[in-house]
T-cell receptor
Framework: EAGVAQSPRYKIIEKRQSVAFWCNPI?????LYWYQQILGQGPKLLIQ????????DSQLPKDRFSAERLKGVDSTLKIQPAKLEDSAVYLC????????????FGQGTRLTVV | KNQVEQSPQSLIILEGKNCTLQ??????????LRWYKQDTGRGPVSLTI?????NTKSNGRYTATLDADTKQSSLHITASQLSDSASYIC??????????????FGTGTRLQVTL
């Protein structure tokens, strides 16, 4: 079974630039999550999709972050414009259905904003 | 205040030794508690998952315990190996409400196993 795929693995950008991350969840997984993990901290949920609908985006900084999952499969997360404090690992995870099933994580995209 | 607190923040042990990591949570009610292992530069990988009615769950050299009364969990690693060097994250989820998932992550314990 293929795991959660994310790209790119690493990205370095200057502040005020824009960046996009891509995630392809495990086939058949209806629920997709984007997390932000700052160095030394646990992951923080940014947004949760159920199929192509947003379930929870309460912690997404909507002035600069956006995400979509148009066809209910893969997803993109965008930051525009980036700030220094956005430097983090962005993790994508998927589950078959909701919270009571195991979440499978991708390897993450390490973003450095300089 | 974080709803899931882990201790110690970091730990260094010799190869072959045992260690125990702690997780205290305030998430209530809760549905299940999981321990994840996160190698440097990788995404977290699930080690164990316990529902509120389970007291212990083992996965090879990893044994997790849960005391729902005191809201504490521990992860015990037996006969540590160099490959155990990683961050260990405790994750608590409440009962599912609709399709929303409120996984609450601890900040992790950074374990280093040395020769």
């Amino acid at each position: 079974e293929a795991g959660v795929a994310q790209s790119p693995r690493y990205k370095i950008i200057e502040k005020r630039q824009s960046v996009a991350f891509w995630c392809n969840p495990i086939s058949g997984h209806a629920t997709l999550y984007w997390y932000q993990q700052i160095l030394g901290q646990g992951p923080k949920l940014l947004i949760q999709f159920q199929n192509n609908g947003v379930v929870d985006d309460s912690q997404l900084p909507k002035d600069r972050f956006s995400a979509e999952r148009l066809k209910g499969v893969d997803s993109t997360l965008k930051i525009q414009p980036a700030k220094l404090e956005d430097s983090a690992v962005y993790l994508c995870a998927s589950t078959i259905q909701g919270a009571n099933t195991e979440a499978f994580f991708g390897q993450g995209t390490r973003l450095t904003v300089v | 205040k974080n709803q899931v607190e882990q201790s110690p923040q970091s730990l260094i042990i010799l190869e072959g030794k045992n260690c125990t990591l702690q997780c205290n949570y305030t998430v209530s009610p809760f549905s299940n508690l999981r321990w994840y292992k996160q190698d440097t530069g990788r995404g977290p990988v699930s080690l164990t998952i316990m529902t509120f009615s389970e007291n212990t769950k083992s996965n090879g050299r990893y044994t997790a315990t849960l005391d729902a009364d005191t809201k504490q969990s521990s992860l015990h690693i037996t006969a540590s190996q160099l490959s155990d060097s990683a961050s260990y994250i405790c994750v608590v989820s409440p009962p599912r409400t609709g399709t929303a998932s409120k996984l609450t992550f601890g900040t992790g314990t950074r374990l280093q196993v040395t020769l």
